[in-house]
């Protein structure tokens, strides 16, 4: 009788550690269940909130893009700087069509426009103007400079073979692209380039010019006799 009792006192203890097995697995079933169904819904959460920005970015854009191309074309920049109360000559402006990857001056497509303010994280008027400190920091990082600052003349070709662009348009460039950081240096660089060459009749030797420059006048004037 002993030996029996013994016998069911051990299968008793059998099956009850083979239900706390049973349970802990069915615990841990449980919580990785909760964890999944946690982690699909922050991902869905994620996707919603992206989803509402990109629909707000997409409206704003309709806000100024002109229905028949489709683009924002030069009125509708100028009406979008009017409402973020910035000139339309503003360097900003250079700086955010930069940022879009615009490539055809005076137009930004939905595409630009939603990659720039996607990156901005702008998704109204407002946000988008504080989001412009920011963005001229990041331009004037030595890095992002170097590829801002050619990005400023291509995209001023105006036409599709044009490799070259205006001296007037080119010291308007100077002037927006440079001015800030270097004014004394592109003041004169703007006057030289308003030179009139080769005739040079407008060019005053009394000026305070580079000797390399007047080293060239001199040696154009040589030449040209």
């Known amino acids: 009788m002993r030996r029996s009792s013994k016998k069911s006192s051990s299968s008793a203890a059998a099956a009850t550690a083979g239900d706390v097995q049973v349970n802990e697995k069915q615990n841990r079933k449980r919580k990785g269940v909760s964890t999944n169904l946690t982690s699909r819904k922050a991902q869905c959460g994620t996707t919603r909130g992206v989803s509402k920005e990109i629909e707000r970015i997409d409206q704003l854009f309709?806000?100024?893009?002109?229905?028949?191309?489709?683009?924002?074309?030069?009125?509708?920049?100028?009406?979008?700087?009017?409402?973020?109360?910035?000139?339309?000559?503003?360097?900003r402006i250079l700086m955010l069509a930069w940022k879009m990857g615009c490539e055809k001056q005076g137009y930004f497509t939905l595409?630009?426009?939603?990659?720039?303010?996607?990156?901005?994280?702008?998704?109204?008027?407002?946000k988008l103007k504080k989001a412009f400190p920011e963005l001229?920091?990041?331009?004037?990082?030595?890095?992002?400079?170097?590829?801002?600052?050619?990005?400023?003349?291509r995209y001023c070709l105006?036409?599709?073979?044009?490799?070259c662009i205006e001296i007037p348009v080119a010291c308007e460039l100077l002037n927006l692209v440079l001015g800030l950081q270097f004014r004394?240096?592109?003041?004169?660089?703007?006057?030289?380039?308003?030179?009139n060459f080769p005739s040079?009749?407008?060019?005053d030797?009394?000026?305070?010019?580079?000797l390399i420059l007047d080293n060239f006048v001199e040696w154009l004037r040589e030449n040209k006799s």
């Open 62 to 91: 309709y806000t100024y893009a002109d229905s028949s191309s489709g683009m924002i074309d030069p009125e509708g920049i100028e009406t979008l700087c009017s409402h973020l109360e910035v000139p339309h000559t503003d360097v």
């Open 111 to 126: 595409d630009e426009w939603r990659s720039g303010l996607k990156a901005l994280r702008a998704d109204t008027i407002n």
């Open 136 to 153: 001229v920091q990041e331009v004037t990082r030595p890095s992002n400079f170097q590829d801002f600052y050619p990005y400023a003349f």
């Open 158 to 163: 105006t036409e599709d073979k044009k490799k």
């Open 184 to 195: 004394p240096q592109v003041d004169k660089l703007v006057n030289y380039l308003k030179i």
């Open 200 to 203: 040079l009749d407008n060019y």
């Open 205 to 210: 030797s009394d000026l305070a010019w580079p």
